[in-house]
């Protein structure tokens, strides 16, 4: 997930606090309760797991992860280093260290890398026998959909949830109305008909916007339209019917004028200007909107992502995964099965706007209580992750963007530009 804007530099005091009774809760008779997090060998009379740990946060900053293992520590003893790994520099840094051996313990891995990853051995195989011991990392805590199918590669599970990231549609209910829309757009069309007359508007104002690094988003309006991208023999396929109505909605919205062109354009201001009052953003998004403008509250809103013959969304976000040749696999693990505690979720989400991937959190009434998050949760039930097809940004994706980006960019043919697709993804496969 690539994201484009700054968020929160700290953790909220209160965050922290209430973390840390979480950790520290206590049954009746004064001894500390069992979270989880606490590890079988402290229980067995084996040396409890030690660290230090070094785990990699992919973004530009590690303050927010630094704040909230604090609890962890405080509880554990268990020091925790977190290196902030760019996103454009991930995969060199992931390849580097497969290379050498030397990698960290823990690493965040976006679903869309997971079977690149997984297929260099570099993950810790995390069978049933390995995680018993950790209540909080059992498969049936996580929202269905999210275990088991974004977790494991060729039904070897090699990470466990965190971030639990679907699309919606963003939209400034006030513009929309000035304009005479009096709802979000259901459908596609509906959504292409809106963009056009939003875009009217004036020098510099557009109607919806598409990030041109959005890999996924083609291949959501190919899901939308009832199509899908891979075959049933597991084979990459885009040369389909809906494949091509997804790309003629893609190549008309840049055709009616109605998205930027600028490949810096940045879509929280573009949103909070107003400048493209139309998006299809994750969760995190929200947070960014309210952090960037405070003001706008009321006059902007989610909806679950528009119809051809169905509204199927992505579902991306990201999985925490251990490193096979790390020297403390029992601390890696104790850190994960506090991450997917549910007051350790419920945290993040308030901190970041990232959506939880533990049932109990997302149910949680600090989530509930906010309306977004029914939108959030019923698009969660209606979302696939993108195909585990070997490399997807470096190739599939990166195929996918190019030929589009050729057509909508450059002015190159279409039949042109899908017929290079359809060579560069040939023999590409899930298998």
């Known amino acids: 997930m690539a994201n484009s804007f700054t968020r929160r530099a ?53 303050a927010h992860f630094d704040q909230i293992v604090q609890p962890f520590t405080q509880q554990t003893g268990i020091q925790v280093k977190a ?4 996103w454009d520099s991930v ?33 810790l195989p995390l069978d049933d026998a390995t995680l018993a011991p950790y209540s909080h990392l059992a498969s049936a805590n996580f929202v269905d ?16 949830p965190w971030i639990s990231d679907t699309r919606v549609l963003f939209y400034r209910s006030d513009i929309l109305a000035a304009a005479g ?18 875009a009217g508007r004036g020098p510099g104002k557009y109607g919806y916007y598409i990030p041109q690094w959005d890999s996924p988003l083609p291949v959501e309006m190919t899901w939308d339209f009832g199509g899908d991208i891979i075959g049933a023999d597991g084979a990459v396929n885009f040369d389909t019917p809906e494949f091509r109505k997804a790309v003629d909605l893609y190549t008309g919205l840049y055709a009616d004028k109605s998205v930027p062109t600028n490949s810096d354009f940045d879509q929280t201001q573009g949103f909070v200007s107003g400048a493209t009052p139309m998006l299809v953003s994750g969760p995190y998004l929200a947070a960014a909107i309210k952090d960037a403008a405070p003001d706008l509250a009321g006059k902007w809103s989610v909806a679950q992502l528009p119809k051809g ?71 969660l039930a209606n979302a696939k992750i993108v195909p585990l097809v070997p490399n997807w940004d470096g190739a599939t994706g990166k195929a996918l963007l190019d030929a589009l980006n050729s057509i909508v960019l450059t002015g190159k043919d279409k039949e042109a530009a899908l017929t290079s697709l359809f060579a560069a993804t040939k023999g590409q496969s899930t298998n």
């Not at 309760?33 to 530009?60: K, N």
């Not at 959190?361 to 959030?376: G, I, K």
């Open 309 to 379: 013959t169905t509204n199927t969304s992505l579902l991306a976000g990201s999985n925490m995964a251990v490193w096979a040749k790390s020297a403390h696999k029992d601390a890696a693990l104790t850190l994960l099965d506090f991450l997917s505690q549910p007051a350790t979720q419920v945290a993040w989400f308030q901190l970041n706007g990232d959506l939880p991937t533990a049932k109990a959190a997302l149910a949680d009434t600090a989530l509930t209580a906010d309306p977004l998050v029914s939108v959030y949760a019923a698009q």
């Open 10 to 62: 700290l953790v909220p005091v209160g965050i922290v606090a209430a973390l840390a009774l979480a950790a520290c809760s206590s049954t009746g008779g004064g001894t500390p309760a069992a979270t989880g997090g606490t590890p079988a060998a402290a229980t067995s009379g084996a040396p409890a797991p030690t660290g230090p740990l070094t785990v990699w946060v992919m973004g530009d900053t590690t």
């Open 181 to 198: 829309i009096s709802s979000p757009p259901a459908t596609w069309d509906e959504l292409r008909a809106d963009a056009k007359t939003l």
């Open 91 to 123: 995969d060199q840094k992931f390849t580097t260290a497969v290379a050498s051996g030397d990698g960290p313990d823990v690493l965040q891995v976006g679903l869309s890398k997971l079977r690149t990853y997984a297929d260099t051995g570099a993950l």
């Open 145 to 160: 959909g999210v275990a088991g199918k974004a977790t494991a590669v060729g039904g070897k599970v090699v990470s466990v």
């Open 83 to 86: 290196v902030a790994i760019p």
